[in-house]
């Protein structure tokens, strides 16, 4: 099992930065893919970022390109995800989750929608005021 705990989230306004971490633990081993999904009431999740863990390749929503970065520090088996010039848009719950994968199965998983990571957070809520 892979246990994984969000911190970050907060309320800001529109333009503002926020930074969301996600510190792993236990069989960390089980999570060579990690991701940042997002959930707005009354909307589908959508995956928002995902990185392999070496982090030679990375994927973003169209939607948060050249705003958002998603990064790792492998030895605090933690990973961040930097959100700058935020939107009204961007409100939601904001969950991380981890499995295991080649590295184009991660890639393909966080882009389709609703789609299921093996393990996840409690989510941390983001709210950006306009």
């Known amino acids: 099992q892979v246990q994984l705990v969000e911190s970050g989230g907060g309320s800001v306004q529109a333009g503002g930065s926020l930074r969301l971490s996600c510190a792993a633990s236990?069989?960390?081993?089980?999570?060579?893919?990690m991701g940042w999904f997002r959930q707005a009431p009354g909307k589908e999740r959508e995956g928002v970022a995902a990185i392999y863990i070496d982090g030679s390749s990375t994927y973003y929503a169209d939607s948060v390109k050249g705003r958002f970065t998603i990064s790792q520090d492998g030895a605090k088996n933690t990973v961040y995800l930097q959100m700058n010039s935020l939107k009204h848009e961007d409100t939601a719950m904001y969950y991380c989750a981890a499995m295991i994968s080649t590295v184009a199965t991660c890639l393909v998983v966080a882009a389709t929608p609703g789609a299921d990571f093996s393990y996840w957070g409690q989510g941390t809520q983001v709210t950006v005021s306009s």
């Open positions: 236990g069989y960390t081993y089980n999570s060579n893919c």
